[in-house]
C-alpha cells in the first residue's frame, strides 16, 4: 500500500485522464469498468489513510477511540509510574523563552512531596478545581541562571473524564479565569534555598492551563527571589505580550513562567507511551 501523503499510482496501460466528475478515465478510449473501479478503491484507501493520520490522538501511534482513552488514562497514571526527574528535569532550557526571544535556563532548587491537594490553593481557586478532583498534585520549584526570580511548576492529577476537563477548560476560556489575580496558584517554598521567601505576597505572573487530552492542570507561578512583594501581579498572558509595562513584564517574569509550564507540558507529553522506570 503507497504512503498516505503519495497519490496511488495506477497504470491500466493506456495515459489516463478525468472526466468532468473527476472519476478516472482511459485517454483516447472508451472507459473499461475493472479500471474504473479499481482507481475508486485506490481513492478510498488513500482517503482514508490521510483521515486516519489526521484524526490520530495526542501520541504517535495512537489513533482512534481506543488509543485517544488509552493516552488519556495513562496521562493520568503517570504521577506515579515516571520518575521525578522526567517530569521536573533538573535542568530546563528554554531557547528563546525569554523576552526579545532570549534564551534562559532554568534550575530546579526544591520538589514537593506528592500529595493531594489540601492547603495546595487559595480557596478560590480550590473550589473552581472541586469538578475535577484532585488525584495527586505533584510541584517543583526552579530558579533563573541569574537567581533573581524564582517559579513553581505544578501538575495537578485531576479525577475527572475527558468531558469533564472539557467543560473546565471551557469556563477558563469563556470567564477568563486565568486572567483573574484572585485564582493565582500558590508558590512551593523551599526552606533552605532561594525559594525560601517565595510566599503568596511574592506572586508576580502566573500561567493555568487545563488540558483536555489528559486529566491534568498545568500551571505556574513566578516572582523575584529576593522576597519583594508585588502589589499588582500580572497574567503571563499579558505580561508576554509586546510592549507591556509592568513590573513584572518588564523583568521577565511572565516569561518565566510560561517558559516554564510550556516545557513542563511537553515532558509529561513526551513520558505518555515511553518505557518508565518506576520508582523505588
Do not use: I
Amino acid at each position: 500500500m503507497p504512503p498516505a501523503d503519495v497519490r496511488p499510482r495506477v497504470s491500466f496501460g493506456e495515459p489516463e485522464g478525468y472526466d468532468a466528475l473527476a472519476r478516472p478515465r482511459p485517454l483516447g478510449g472508451r472507459p473499461r469498468r475493472p479500471q474504473v473501479v479499481a482507481a475508486a478503491v485506490c481513492l478510498v484507501l488513500g482517503v482514508g489513510l490521510l483521515t486516519g493520520a489526521v484524526t490520530g490522538s495526542w501520541l504517535a501511534g495512537d489513533s482512534g477511540e481506543d488509543g485517544a482513552r488509552s493516552a488519556y488514562t495513562e496521562a493520568g497514571e503517570l504521577w506515579h509510574s515516571v520518575p521525578v526527574d522526567q517530569l521536573f528535569p533538573p535542568t530546563v532550557q528554554g531557547r528563546g523563552a525569554g523576552p526579545g526571544g532570549a534564551d534562559r535556563t532554568w534550575t530546579r532548587v526544591a520538589v514537593a512531596p506528592d500529595g493531594d491537594c489540601a492547603g495546595a490553593f487559595d480557596r478560590l481557586l480550590a473550589k473552581v478545581f472541586e469538578p475535577v478532583g484532585c488525584s495527586r498534585l505533584l510541584r517543583a520549584t526552579y530558579t533563573d541562571a541569574t537567581q533573581s526570580h524564582v517559579t513553581t511548576v505544578g501538575l495537578l492529577f485531576t479525577k475527572a473524564d475527558a468531558a469533564a476537563m472539557t467543560s473546565l477548560a471551557g469556563r477558563f476560556e469563556k470567564e477568563g479565569l486565568g486572567r483573574r489575580s484572585d485564582l493565582m496558584p500558590l508558590p512551593y517554598a523551599a526552606k533552605d534555598t532561594v525559594a525560601e521567601g517565595f510566599g503568596a505576597a511574592q506572586r508576580a505572573s502566573w500561567t493555568v492551563s487545563v488540558l483536555t487530552d489528559a486529566p491534568v492542570v498545568v500551571y505556574a507561578v513566578s516572582g523575584w527571589a529576593d522576597g519583594r512583594t508585588v502589589d499588582e501581579p500580572e497574567p503571563a498572558e499579558e505580561a508576554t505580550e509586546s510592549g507591556a509595562t509592568s513590573a513584572p513584564a518588564q523583568a521577565g517574569l511572565g516569561h518565566e513562567a510560561q517558559g516554564l509550564a510550556d516545557r513542563v507540558e511537553r515532558a509529561l507529553r513526551k513520558n505518555v507511551g515511553a518505557p518508565t522506570e518506576h520508582p523505588s
